[in-house]
């Protein structure tokens, strides 16, 4: 079992940024696709960006060019940095961790950009 803990979330003004954090219980050197999904009030959680263990990114459109997902080995984290951030990227935001056919998700932190 692996408990994924995010922090980093709070109240932002548009144009500003965040760096979140998925810090995961133990060593997250062989997991494979991790990714972080974001879920809006009345909508279905949606994917933000993928990293895989080769190191290789994919970004939904909404997040291109604005948002970097890197994953540190070492300190068994995962992040999302979001720059240029819109009221329209509030939500809540849960990293996943994924090893072969188990998945992990972490518990969820809120970002509000808000004026």
């Known amino acids: 079992q692996v408990q994924l803990v995010e922090s980093g979330g709070g109240l932002v003004q548009p144009g500003g940024s965040l760096r979140l954090s998925c810090i995961a219980s133990?060593?997250?050197?062989?997991?494979?696709?991790m990714g972080w999904y974001r879920q809006a009030p009345g909508e279905q959680r949606a994917l933000v960006a993928t990293i895989l263990r080769s190191g290789t990114t994919s970004y939904a459109d909404s997040a291109k060019g604005r948002f970097t997902i890197s994953r540190d080995n070492a300190k068994n984290t995962m992040y999302l940095q979001m720059n240029s951030l819109k009221p329209e990227d509030t939500a809540v935001y849960y990293c996943k961790m994924s090893i072969l056919d188990r998945h992990y998700w972490g518990q969820g932190t809120q970002v509000t950009v808000s004026s």
């Open positions: 133990r060593s997250i050197f062989s997991f494979g696709a």
